[in-house]
């Protein structure tokens, strides 16, 4: 089936520094990966869309600049969280759009990245 | 807008009983379902979803979702918890077509007692 691997799976760095996640799909090609925030005991919220080749559509609230998305290939997109503050601390979720059986578009998710900013 | 909503945050269940939790979506046409559980720490891995078809549909580990239209609900329903099955569960709908970003529910946290 597929599979959507995140690297790392958990980060701690420093206030201040620039931390890149990257989500992969490693057995399909994915023209679309969205990102997804989940504080602890909360739900996942959708910070933007990433789409193969441009840029990435963020959502409202969500700073494009601080949260950074490369989408360079059909089967690599990266977050990467610039100067990162305790605040940004969360688990940050990839999913991948691929067809799945009967040609249905279907969602595969990340095991996630927890990030903790010290 | 579409949303989603749990009314429940935390339900406990005693192994062996049957279970059901809530789900109520806001959505102008036919949504595309989705429930996802959530293990402490982990991804999301996808129970069962409604595409279309049929409105009783079976997932994964013996659980089933009904989607009732006139209701505006999706309710998850296991005839026979198992201790394994405590975790988190969300309750998610994609609009336009399937494979667009999902809106989640807040989550249920399922405990289960001995």
């Known amino acids: 089936g597929a599979v959507v691997s995140q690297h790392p799976s958990w980060v701690i760095c420093k206030s201040g520094t620039s931390v890149k996640i990257e989500c992969r799909s490693l057995?399909?090609?994915?023209?679309?990966m969205f990102w997804y925030r989940q504080f602890p005991k909360q739900s996942l919220m959708l910070m933007a869309t990433?789409?193969?080749?441009?840029?990435?559509?963020?959502e409202q609230g969500v700073e494009k600049d601080k949260f950074l998305i490369n989408h360079a290939s059909l089967t690599l997109s990266t977050l990467t969280v610039t100067s990162a503050h305790p605040e940004d601390s969360s688990f940050y979720i990839c999913?991948?759009?691929?067809?799945?059986?009967?040609?249905?578009?279907?969602?595969?998710f990340g095991a996630g990245s927890r990030l903790t900013v010290l | 807008a579409q949303s989603v909503t749990q009314p429940d945050i935390h339900i406990t269940v005693s192994e062996g009983a049957s279970l059901e939790l809530r789900c109520n979506y806001s959505y102008g046409a036919t949504p595309y379902l989705f429930w996802y559980v959530q293990s402490p720490g982990q991804g999301l891995q996808l129970l069962l979803k409604y595409f279309s078809g049929d409105t009783l549909v079976q997932g994964i580990k013996g659980f089933e979702a009904e989607f009732k239209r006139s209701q505006s609900s999706f309710n998850l329903r296991k005839p026979s918890v198992h201790w394994s099955d405590a975790a988190e569960y969300f309750c998610a709908v994609g609009a336009g077509q399937a494979g667009t970003a999902l809106i989640f529910g807040k989550g249920t946290t399922l405990s289960v007692s001995s």
């Open positions: 990433s789409n193969e080749g441009s840029k990435a559509t963020y």
């Open positions: 057995d399909f090609q994915a023209t679309t």
């Open positions: 999913s991948a759009r691929h067809t799945g059986l009967a040609g249905a578009n279907v969602l595969t």
